[in-house]
């Protein structure tokens, strides 16, 4: 990546508007995001922020370059004690930045964060069958595809994409 690569810090809840404004472009090309860009709500993504970030349930990364926020992802725990030790990740590299090395230096500090946090054992993700530069970045990092729900996302009469679920173990 070079000196060109993204600076990466911790969101802050200020931060929600341009994340969720940048979600909601993405959702503006069908298949990217399983929500519509009317879906995509500031205070929910604040909210997110504030849950992940500053009570310590996991993690909430941006990336930036020369100022800008370029990316975003997070790692959010599951709600059961029996599933307590799988985060979520979600990830989105904002338009015009993709295949510039912005999603693996916000994986790269995802995965450093979830080997070190004793809580986490496995990392789980979705992503679209059609996604080819995200399929291939998660199986470079080691991800496994663990499942696919077939015609999962109805983007337009009788056009449908699966979802691919993959995991990385971490833990012990």
Do not use: C
């Amino acid at each position: 990546m070079g000196s060109d690569a993204p600076s990466i810090r911790h969101a802050r809840p200020e931060d929600a508007p341009g994340l969720a404004a940048a979600e909601r472009a993405i959702a503006r090309v069908p298949g990217m995001l399983a929500s519509r860009p009317e879906e995509i709500d500031d205070d929910a993504v604040r909210r997110m922020i504030v849950d992940l970030e500053e009570r310590g349930r996991g993690i909430y990364l941006v990336a930036e370059r020369a100022g800008t926020i370029v990316g975003h992802a997070l790692l959010e725990p599951l709600s059961l004690a029996v599933t307590a030790h799988v985060v979520r990740l979600t990830i989105a590299v904002h338009e015009g930045h993709q295949s510039q090395g912005v999603g693996r230096a916000l994986m790269n500090e995802l995965l450093r964060w979830a080997r070190s946090d004793p809580r986490v054992e496995k990392v789980e993700l979705q992503v679209r069958s059609s996604n080819d530069r995200a399929l291939a970045l998660y199986r470079s990092l080691g991800f496994v595809e663990e499942g696919r729900k077939t015609r999962r996302l109805k983007i337009g009469p009788n056009a449908y994409i699966d979802d691919v679920y993959m995991a990385l173990w971490v833990g012990p």
